[in-house]
T-cell receptor, first 112, second 120 residues
Framework: RKEVEQDPGPFNVPEGATVAFNCTYS??????FFWYRQDCRKEPKLLMS???SGNEDGRFTAQLNRASQYISLLIRDSKLSDSATYLC?????????????FGKGTKLSVKP | NAGVMQNPRHLVRRRGQEARLRCSPM?????VYWYRQLPEEGLKFMVY????????ESGMPKERFSAEFPKEGPSILRIQQVVRGDSAAYFC??????????????????FGEGSRLTVL
């Protein structure tokens, strides 16, 4: 099983649609969870952290289910500018030797 | 307020040559990370450095690859005797704080725009 696994997509959705991305991780000792966004041929940028209680930032909602080792990202009212690859990131296996593990990403394409 | 600066942005090398990639972290950041992204692949952790120290190089290939972050100057990722399989985007990231015993505080790594290495 891969450390961080995502559906690669692509997800092709019309503007205004709601889209959900899922991610699973293999190491139950993981401590930290994030979603990053990467535009084509650009660097990744932090989109939001993911907490057990769930968190929302505008049109974006992230959820974490530790029991199932599952992370999700929901985007409501999709915009053309949301087109990008969304990277699920897991970190901190405990101790000082953990590092951030990036999934391969899920590609989203929002069409007019 | 300059972000993470990487150079060169694009580098072409022939097999057997050396590639040197440089990274200047954001001002005030003393933690530097190198990641490699192969075409159609995710980012793979290579090495984590603080000034003058390699903290974690568990992702570095055992041969031909080395990294440093001297007291003065940028961090350098060096690839000796490059092969075609080294062709990739190499991203450097920095953070103001490193990992802690409890894991990451915010998870925010600030990435540079990457250096794209092509080996002919």
């Amino acid at each position: 099983r891969k450390e961080v696994e995502q559906d690669p997509g692509p997800f092709n959705v019309p503007e205004g649609a709601t889209v959900a991305f899922n991610c699973t991780y293999s190491n139950s000792a993981s401590q930290s969870f994030f979603w990053y966004r990467q535009d084509c041929r650009k660097e990744p940028k932090l989109l939001m952290s993911v907490y057990s209680s769930g968190n929302e930032d505008g049109r974006f909602t992230a959820q974490l289910n530790r029991a199932s080792q599952y992370i999700s990202l929901l985007i409501r009212d999709s915009k053309l500018s949301d087109s990008a690859t969304y990277l699920c990131v897991v970190g901190g296996y405990g101790g000082s030797q953990g590092n951030l593990i990036f999934g391969k990403g899920t590609k989203l394409s929002v069409k007019p | 307020n300059a972000g993470v600066m990487q150079n060169p942005r694009h580098l072409v090398r022939r097999r057997g040559q050396e590639a040197r990639l440089r990274c200047s972290p954001m001002k005030g950041h003393s933690h530097v990370y190198w990641y490699r992204q192969l075409p159609e692949e995710g980012l793979k952790f290579m090495v984590y450095l603080q000034k003058e120290n390699i903290i974690d190089e568990s992702g570095m290939p055992k041969e031909r690859f080395s990294a440093e972050f001297p007291k003065e100057g940028p961090s350098i990722l060096r690839i000796q005797q490059v092969v075609r399989g080294d062709s990739a985007a190499y991203f450097c990231a920095s953070s103001p704080r490193g990992r802690t015993a409890m894991g990451w505080n915010t998870g925010e790594l600030f990435f540079g725009e990457g250096s794209r290495l092509t080996v002919l």
